[in-house]
């Protein structure tokens, strides 16, 4: 394709910030992932003081924690299909608005019921964001840095659950309301990731698949530093489009069957493996399950968990682009396995050994962070096709916060009908199930263009990526 004198003209005259400016447009939207960190973990602190404050039962309990989960299955369903239609950018705008309302909603309720639409309208925000920013982001990254860059959305994500953790355990000496302050608290960032926005690009893929050419080469080139590297990856990306189709059919028939699978069962496995009873009960099990533990000192732990989960997501993020994403996930899922089997014994056998039972906890959420966490959300930003990428991380994410939602509902209530270690040990054998299903049938995608890996999909291959 030979591009109009006017349009070269143009992109020649485009700033050259490259690497700097696609590490500021990631940072942009990686802040959904922070206010998504920060909404689900919020609850985790929150829920000591508003379970005695509404006088919540365990099954009342397990209702407010999952109020927001429920609002994200259908704010990822209906966001794939949206931001094919209208826009990545247009769709993150929207979840920023959310993200805005539900904190001021869930600071105010007075009911049970008032506090589950409020968390519900926040869920929306996230199970939008959680969609779309890691896509973005992966349509915008050159293919040697985009693993890098589709984990900062993942540092986010900690980062947000690692600063709720800490507003919980600062504001709880605000008493028994201070459950209200937690949430309105997100309402800062929340308005900072809106405007920030503002100042952001629409990815060159979704401008391609709308025929709006000389925006995606500007984009391209400001982002790529090189003309030439952007006109021919803009080449690319149009010789793709056009042999794609935007059937939403398409995704259930060969060759597309296959990534799909994929994406959906390691969303899946991402959940029930155990990691957000962690994440959003933690509070509780150390107050309810080691009694001992004040409050103050439950919320501490938290603050310990939290940033375990940071540093080792900042250890994914130097690894991934040069360890590979199977490797990765292998290793978790192993990780994983093993400290749930360890976690179980001690609440069976040395129920008492608080420090024990959190350096348990921190192997865990360790090992999920080096790898379950930003691997799943890299693979399933890598698999489809441009016309359809956005309807399938829906579906992918769709799985997810289902997996979710049916973890936290269902958490307690496992405890009381297993034990504590009966439930540790059941999350400790579904982890050795992803083990299994890692190795046999999740491919490598590391160093590949998108375009390389959905030309992959229509090339015999075994599980492993090799012929």
Not at 4 to 21: H, V
Not at 252 to 260: D, E, G, Q, T, Y
Not at 314 to 332: E, F, T, W, Y
């Amino acid at each position: 394709m030979r591009l109009p004198d006017n349009m070269a003209a143009k992109s020649q005259a485009i700033g050259t910030q490259g690497s700097r400016y696609v590490y500021w447009v990631t940072a942009v939207a990686a802040l959904g992932g922070l206010l998504f960190g920060y909404d689900i973990a919020i609850i985790n602190g929150a829920l000591v003081f508003l379970k005695q404050q509404l006088g919540l039962g365990t099954l009342e309990t397990e209702l407010a924690a999952s109020g927001l989960l429920i609002g994200c299955i259908i704010g990822a369903a209906a966001a794939g299909n949206l931001a094919d239609l209208y826009g990545r950018r247009r769709l993150l705008l929207i979840a920023a608005l959310l993200f805005a309302a539900s904190s001021i909603l869930a600071a105010i309720p007075r009911t049970l019921s008032e506090f589950v639409i409020a968390r519900f309208v926040g869920g929306l925000g996230i199970g939008t964001a959680s969609v779309i920013a890691p896509v973005y982001i992966a349509e915008l990254s050159p293919a040697h840095l985009r693993g890098r860059l589709v984990s900062l959305n993942q540092l986010a994500i900690v980062s947000g659950i690692l600063l709720a953790y800490t507003a919980s355990w600062m504001l709880s000496e605000l008493g028994s309301s201070s459950w209200r302050w937690m949430f309105a608290s997100a309402l800062v960032p929340a308005l900072g990731f809106l405007f920030a926005l503002l100042g952001v690009p629409e990815s060159p893929r979704w401008l391609v698949k709308e025929g709006r050419i000389e925006e995606a080469l500007a984009v391209l080139t400001k982002v790529r530093q090189n003309t030439g590297t952007a006109q021919a990856e803009l080449c690319e990306i149009e010789r793709a489009v056009a042999e794609e189709s935007s059937s939403f059919a398409e995704l259930f028939r060969r060759p597309l069957r296959r990534p799909l699978a994929i994406a959906t069962m390691l969303a899946i496995l991402q959940q029930i493996t155990g990691v957000n009873t962690i994440l959003f009960y933690g509070a509780l099990i150390f107050t309810e399950q080691l009694r001992s533990q004040a409050p103050e000192g439950a919320l501490l732990a938290n603050v310990v968990i939290g940033t375990t989960n940071f540093v080792f997501t900042l250890v994914a993020l130097s690894i991934i682009d040069r360890v590979g994403r199977r490797p990765i996930l292998l290793l978790a899922s192993s990780g994983m396995t093993g400290s749930l089997i360890l976690l179980g014994a001690l609440f069976r056998w040395q129920p008492s050994e608080a420090k024990l039972i959190l350096s348990a906890i921190l192997t865990y959420v360790a090992f999920f962070a080096v790898g379950m966490g930003p691997g799943v959300w890299v693979v399933i930003s890598e698999l489809f096709p441009t016309r359809v990428r956005g309807r399938a991380a829906a579906i992918a994410t769709v799985a997810l916060w289902s997996a979710c939602t049916f973890l936290t509902m269902t958490f307690l209530s496992l405890v009381d009908l297993l034990s504590a270690p009966g439930a540790f040990w059941l999350y400790a054998a579904i982890s050795a199930g992803a083990f299994w299903y890692v190795y046999h049938h999740v491919p490598e995608t590391r160093g590949k263009t998108l375009e390389e890996i959905e030309r992959s999909w229509f090339e015999v291959k075994n599980p492993n990526g090799k012929r």
